[in-house]
């Protein structure tokens, strides 16, 4: 099993009830039940054990990979440099963060923010602020 975090244990209150009670069954139950556990960061690993009681050796830390070059792409269709966020608008997301985080680097006209996922709480409180900062298409 694949466990990229579990932000519905540590802060639950940026999850649905229905969504964190069912999280933590099906993911406590794969925890105990897996022959083994690949955690994407030590952190992760950490949370893994304080929550599930899994004993470390079974739990084994794998971040996830890089290109050796990273290199800049360009889609013919985009002539400027994309930044894109594919994620739940969620709170626990901080894609309020990037937002502001883009209107501060005044790139606008020299980027592009596309940001896509399933709707989420936040989706409302997204859409306002990006009017309020200006950054609508």
């Known amino acids: 099993a694949v466990i990229h975090d579990l932000a519905f244990l540590d802060r639950p209150a940026d999850f649905e009830p229905r969504l964190r009670e069912h999280l933590t069954r099906w993911v406590g139950h794969t925890c105990r039940s897996a022959e083994s556990i ?17 004993p470390d050796g079974r739990v084994r830390v794998i971040h996830h990979g890089k290109p050796e070059r990273t290199v800049a792409a360009r889609s013919p269709k985009a002539p400027l440099p994309t930044v894109l966020c594919v994620s739940a608008f969620e709170p626990n997301k901080n894609q309020m963060v990037l937002l502001d985080a883009f209107a501060r680097a005044a790139v606008q006209g020299q980027a592009h923010l596309v940001m896509a996922g399933r709707e989420g709480r936040s989706l409302a409180a997204l859409r306002a602020r990006t009017a309020e900062l200006g950054l609508e298409r």
């Open 38 to 54: 690949l955690a994407v960061s030590a952190f992760t690993k950490s949370r893994i054990l304080h929550h599930f009681g899994i």
